[in-house]
């Protein structure tokens, strides 16, 4: 059992007053909060050991690149990466998606295939659109259905020795359907394509084994799992790392430099040009140890709690309708109310101190199938309570009396 109490004393902002009322943040799925331990993490990298890292003999920089390469390792054992050079530090998820989107222009020709599916981010589409136009090569969807899951059984049709890789991600931010990406990897593997799981809505809810999934690529955000913005996480197989080129040239990714030539670092410096974000890198090392005290066994077991409770509240309001009903979800709930716009609830309920998401999340193609503008979408953390679905169910009643 979590002690949510203190949980919730362990993060400030959580204290607050908005619009005069107690903030009830129900916004999870675009950034956590951040508990006093990371906070006072950053202040302490700023106040005592800031310095650029990997470049001076003095004594602060030799204890910020110590810091951040034990924070490296941490997120190595964290996600059971079998070296600490195949965890590369990014600005976020889309940045290492990016990355590798931009490697593997090298690798694909006008005949080859990337498969996406249709419950990605935009950050997870468009990347590998930009690929297919830069190469020549054909993008395909593997479909999903009113239940916001993925129709598998278009597997077979899709995939062939055509594609080169498949992504997708391993929660939907729109719905949060949990997709079952052991089955995908393995059936990528079958026809000898590389797969790269986007986990920037799992990690705040699971803890992933990259060895145990046999991924070959796999991406988070900080900031999700109670870290700072700015920094993020590519995981890839040394193999298919030291396959691709670097994505930025600089500074840090270079063994050697002449007019003549440019020879890169191993990894992963390779793909860690420029000064990156320190106190980020550093940080993101004390939020998942916070986690991890908590334990993501009990974080789950709390959330899927928090979510059997808030959908039963929900199905009662009458013209309630929930997006997202897959066997296997997470703590997000995204629903409209008939007759009204999303934005119009989410505004009223920001008046009583509830935040929510409205709008179409950066998944457009998802409110497409539904033929909807976008939804309401409320999203639980560890440190929510039933009392807070309690209030946000009050704030919807009066929302909807006030709209209709």
């Not at 990997?54 to 920089?61: A, I, M, P």
């Not at 716009?341 to 497409?368: F, S």
Request: proline fraction near 4%.
């Amino acid at each position: 059992m979590l002690d949510i109490q203190k949980i919730r004393s362990e993060f400030p902002i959580l204290s607050q007053q908005i619009n005069g009322k107690p903030l009830v943040y129900f916004d999870n799925g675009a950034t956590s909060q951040k508990p006093q331990v990371v906070i006072d993490a950053i202040a302490h990298y700023y106040q005592e050991i800031n310095a650029n890292i990997h470049r001076g003999v003095h004594t602060l920089s030799q204890r910020a690149t110590d810091a951040y390469e034990v924070s490296r390792s941490k997120i190595q054992k964290h996600i059971n990466a079998k070296f600490a050079h195949e965890v590369i530090f990014t600005s976020g998820t889309t940045h290492a998606i990016n990355a590798v989107a931009s490697g593997f222009a090298s690798l694909l020709t006008a005949d080859d295939e990337v498969l996406v599916s249709a419950l990605e981010h935009h950050s997870n589409i468009v990347p590998w659109q930009m690929l297919c136009e830069r190469t020549g090569a054909t993008l395909k969807v593997i479909p999903m259905n009113e239940n916001g899951e993925l129709v598998l059984s278009e597997l077979d049709n899709l995939l062939s020795s055509k594609t080169k890789i498949v992504t997708v991600n391993h929660i939907s931010n729109a719905l949060g359907t949990i997709n079952p990406i052991k089955y995908l990897i393995e059936r990528a593997h079958q026809v000898g394509a590389a797969i790269l799981i986007d986990g920037a809505q799992a990690v705040p809810h699971l803890k992933p084994d990259v060895q145990e999934l046999d991924c070959d690529f796999y991406v988070f955000s900080g900031h999700k799992i109670c870290g700072p913005t700015g920094v993020g996480i590519l995981y890839g197989k040394e193999d298919w790392l030291r396959k691709l080129p670097p994505y930025q040239g600089g500074g840090e990714m270079i063994a050697t430099v002449s007019f003549e030539k440019t020879t890169y670092a191993d990894l992963p410096h390779k793909f860690e040009a420029g000064t990156p974000n320190i106190e980020g890198g550093i940080v993101l090392g004390t939020a998942i140890d916070y986690l991890n005290e908590i334990g993501f066994d009990n974080i789950a077991a709390y959330e899927h709690e928090l979510l059997t409770y808030a959908t039963s509240k929900l199905e009662a309001i009458d013209g309630l309708k929930i997006y997202g009903t897959a066997k296997e979800k997470t703590s997000v709930i995204s629903f409209n109310i008939e007759g009204i716009h999303p934005y119009d609830i989410g505004t009223i309920i920001d008046k009583l101190g509830i935040a929510v998401r409205t709008g179409h999340h950066c998944a457009q193609p998802i409110m497409d199938f539904y033929q909807i503008p976008g939804t309401i979408r409320a999203s639980f953390a560890f440190y929510n309570t039933k009392e807070e679905i309690d209030i946000f169910v009050a704030a919807l009643n009066r929302a909807i009396t006030m709209l209709q």
